[in-house]
């Protein structure tokens, strides 16, 4: 038995995805950026996938810069538009719960003479557009808000945040990694300046994404190097990581309503069947949230444990966020979001996926179920919260 419920930290690679790639590692490998018609021919190939790109955007080709993924599309965001805007103001401002990728930027940022205020969340895990209204000031040059919520699934107000950042004439950028695969983007209805996004979180492969910049942007460059995406990023073209994204974004399209109703039937069963069966769980997240997320905290538990035995039963979860794996500091969304630390630490992410079926919510839930009594029975808190209830 093997059940993957991991799916905002990755997806697997689609066929379809994989047999548009591959003409163009070994038959059509030419430099896309050299001068005879092997070259042109990849140059045509990268061509087409951005047009396809950025109609699925509602964008125009040359507003979209192809990048490494995410993690370099945020930090481009950042570090280009303060660089570039430092003689307007230095002050940037972030919400509580984006990506280690923005948190961490923010963090270079401010350790080089900017800026740096975060954005609150309430209890349910949303920012405040009025509270973002109140932290604009004359000094501000960018706000960025991500859309979707890694670890909890939550859904930003952008539209309205992009609205009184313009207001103000100050930019808007949005991490919209976790949003392609289950809300439409038309980055211009949206009002955004600037896009995040990362194939691999569709479907597509590894190690590439895109950075939308509006036309009219003035951007500093990240990665200095030759004169590939119109002189923006150095490197040479990775033309079949590019093919696999747009036709990655092309199977999102087609298939997005599909998708959502599956994820969240399924999101939706598997939370009343743990409602049923286990007691002290924290539903973190509240609505709007994308359906395919479901963030519980399991009060007198570690969810290291939890992690550790799911996986001997054959079930990929992860805790808070898969940055924060690894570590045991608890998840900085769910702090910021007031769950209090202890119960903070006995949380795990559920992230359902089109492959995932009825039989495997079934089965986790089951699973979990007689995990969660065991590391209980082993926890000194839980035991001494069993016996008051006993004595009443
Ligand atoms: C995964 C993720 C990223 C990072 O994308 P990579 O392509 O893995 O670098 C950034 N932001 C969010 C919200 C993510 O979920």
Same mark, same amino acid.
């Given at each position: 038995m093997k059940?993957?419920?991991d799916?905002?930290?990755t997806t697997?690679?689609k066929k379809?995805?994989l047999?548009?790639?591959t003409?163009y &590692?070994?038959?059509?490998?030419?430099?896309a950026?050299?001068?005879y018609?092997g070259g042109?021919q990849?140059?045509?190939a990268v061509? #087409?996938?951005?047009q396809? !790109?950025?109609k699925?955007?509602?964008c125009?080709?040359n507003?979209?810069y192809f990048?490494s993924?995410g993690?370099?599309a945020?930090?481009?965001?950042?570090?280009?538009?303060?660089?570039a805007?430092? %003689?307007k103001?230095?002050?940037?401002?972030?919400?509580?719960?984006?990506?280690?990728?923005i948190?961490?930027?923010?963090?270079?940022?401010k350790?080089?003479?900017?800026?740096v205020?975060?954005l609150?969340? /309430?209890?349910?895990g949303?920012v %405040?557009?009025?509270k #973002?209204?109140?932290l604009?000031?004359?000094?501000?040059?960018l706000?960025s808000v991500m859309?979707?919520?890694?670890?909890?699934?939550t859904?930003q107000?952008v539209?309205?945040l992009?609205?009184?950042c313009?207001?103000?004439?100050?930019l808007?950028?949005?991490?919209?990694?976790?949003?392609?695969p289950?809300?439409?983007?038309?980055f211009k209805?949206?009002?955004?300046?600037l896009a995040s996004?990362?194939a691999?979180?569709?479907?597509g492969?590894?190690g !590439?994404?895109?950075?939308?910049?509006?036309?009219? @942007?003035k951007?500093?460059?990240l990665?200095?190097?030759g004169?590939q995406?119109r002189s923006?990023?150095g490197?040479?073209t /990775?033309?079949?990581a590019?093919?696999?994204?747009?036709?990655?974004?092309?199977?999102v399209q087609?298939?997005?309503?599909?998708?959502?109703?599956?994820?969240e039937?399924?999101?939706?069963?598997?939370?009343q069947l743990?409602k049923?069966?286990?007691? &002290?769980?924290h539903?973190?997240?509240g609505s709007?949230r994308?359906?395919? @997320?479901s963030?519980?905290?399991?009060e007198?538990v570690?969810?290291?444990?939890?992690l550790?035995?799911?996986?001997m039963?054959?079930i990929?979860?992860?805790?808070?966020s898969a940055?924060?794996s690894?570590?045991?500091?608890?998840s900085h !969304?769910l #702090?910021s979001?007031?769950?209090?630390i202890e119960?903070?630490?006995?949380?795990?992410?559920?992230?359902?996926g089109?492959?995932?079926?009825?039989?495997?919510v079934?089965?986790?839930?089951k699973?979990?179920?007689?995990i969660?009594?065991? #590391?209980?029975?082993?926890?000194?808190l839980f035991?001494l919260k069993?016996?008051?209830?006993?004595?009443?």
């Open positions: 059940i993957y419920l799916h905002a930290s697997p690679l379809e995805v047999d548009a790639m003409p &590692f070994c038959q059509y490998f030419e430099n950026n050299s001068l018609s042109r990849t140059a045509n061509a #087409l996938a951005r396809s !790109v950025a699925n955007f509602g125009m080709p507003e979209i990048t993924g993690s370099e945020d930090t481009w965001a950042l570090k280009g538009i303060a660089l805007h430092k %003689s103001g230095n002050k940037i401002i972030i919400s509580q719960i984006e990506h280690h990728a948190l961490n930027t923010a963090k270079w940022l350790n080089n003479g900017f800026e205020v975060e609150p969340v /309430d209890n349910n949303f %405040s557009p009025q #973002l209204e109140e604009i000031d004359d000094n501000t040059i706000v859309y979707v919520n890694n670890e909890v699934g859904i107000p539209k309205e992009a609205k009184i313009h207001d103000h004439k100050v808007f950028h949005s991490d919209c990694v976790q949003a392609v289950y809300l439409p983007l038309n209805e949206l009002g955004f300046d996004i990362s691999h979180k569709f479907n492969p590894k !590439v994404g895109a950075l939308y910049v509006r036309n009219g @942007v951007i500093d460059k990665i200095l190097g004169a995406e923006h990023r490197g040479t /990775d033309t079949p590019i093919v696999g994204l747009a036709k990655a974004l092309e199977l087609d298939s997005r309503d599909n998708h959502n109703s599956h994820v039937s399924l999101r939706n069963y598997f939370e743990v049923e069966a286990i007691p &002290f769980v539903f973190n997240g709007p994308v359906g395919s @997320v963030n519980l905290a399991f007198f570690e969810s290291e444990g939890i550790m035995l799911l996986d039963d054959g990929a979860v992860s805790s808070g940055c924060a690894g570590s045991l500091d608890p !969304v #702090l979001m007031g769950v209090p119960v903070a630490h006995g949380s795990v992410r559920f992230t359902f089109e492959e995932n079926t009825k039989e495997e079934e089965y986790t839930v699973s979990l179920t007689k969660v009594e065991r #590391l209980r029975q082993m926890s000194p035991n069993q016996g008051e209830t006993h004595n009443v």
